[in-house]
């Protein structure tokens, strides 16, 4: 059975245009129901305003789809051929609406644990990601600038919601499996290096041997990948990079990495997923 004639296609795009999405949703209800009244009921509408609504589909579409009985909704075979079309129809359209409706979250972090987070959100979630460092993060969060800044635990971060979503250790760190004790590469004004130049004092009683001083723990881990340097880095950068801790290195020194954000409000179960995915991604390390 054909459901729209070819000849008929003009007339029906004609009439399709006064097409309400509230009667269509009725006209399904009361289909499912198979109750009219009850369908009204549902959608907070008198008895014979959802009987102008039926009417307005069946306009609409140019076919009989209901028997208009008082006690029972029935379709009609032209009404039985159009309800799954339109019920797929209406959930496309909602989909459609949402997803436009959905605003990427902003996320602020360093470009090292970017490297990490996110490539896994990006499974998950429309992301409009910025590049910062913590400090700028952190104000970026106070400002509503953000949604989401990522940083590791070593400030105070007052004003926000910070909650732990990883953790690990800062090392020495080497392509090769033994390398010999040498001059190693740190970053520039990071304060995880004075607890490591502390260690090393009290491990060799001199200062640490520094061969240069690096702008980012990315850019150290890209080098250590690709030559015989020996660099600071925390352990999941460490890890992507296929890097190994050296063995004549003094105590490692611990980190958490943090989620930090002002409110959640209604993104909260937005958020509470990135939250579940970062702790899957960092957790390893």
């Known amino acids: 059975m054909m459901l ?11 009439t399709l245009k006064s097409l309400r999405i509230a009667d269509v949703e009725l006209f ?36 009989p789809l209901c028997t208009h009985e008082k006690r029972q909704f029935s379709l009609t075979p032209e009404g039985k051929l159009l309800l799954p079309r339109i019920e797929s129809w209406i959930k496309q359209l909602k ?40 400090d700028r993060a952190y104000a970026a969060i106070l400002r509503n600038e953000a949604d989401l800044a990522l940083v590791l635990d070593n400030a105070p ?17 080497s392509k090769r499996k033994k390398t010999a004790l040498q001059s190693v590469l740190l970053p520039e004004d990071q304060m995880e290096v004075l607890s490591l130049q502390q260690a090393w004092v009290q491990k060799y009683g001199s200062d640490i041997p520094v061969k240069s001083r690096i702008p980012s723990w990315s850019l150290i881990a890209n080098i250590c990948a690709s030559s015989s340097e020996v660099g600071f880095l925390p352990d999941f950068l460490a890890a992507k990079f296929h890097l190994r801790p050296v063995e004549w290195q003094p105590k490692v020194s611990p980190y958490r ?17 990135l939250l579940e995915q970062l702790r899957a991604v960092f957790t390893p390390y």
């Open 95 to 134: 989909s459609l609406v949402l997803s436009q409706e959905l605003v990427p979250l902003r996320l602020v972090t360093t470009h090292a644990l970017a490297q990490i987070a996110v490539p896994a959100l990006l499974s998950i979630e429309k992301i409009d990601f910025h590049h910062l460092r913590p």
């Open 4 to 14: 729209i004639d070819k000849n008929d296609m003009k007339t029906i795009e004609h």
């Open 157 to 173: 971060w007052k004003g926000v919601v910070a909650t732990e979503i990883g953790k690990g250790f800062f090392q020495l760190y």
């Open 257 to 273: 990495v943090l989620a930090i954000y002002k409110s959640a409000g209604a993104n909260q179960e937005r958020l509470q997923k």
């Open 28 to 63: 399904i209800k009361a289909a499912l129901m198979k109750n009219l009244g009850k369908s009204a009921d549902y959608h907070h509408l008198s008895q014979s305003a959802a009987s102008a609504a039926i009417r307005r589909v069946e306009t609409a579409f140019g076919l």
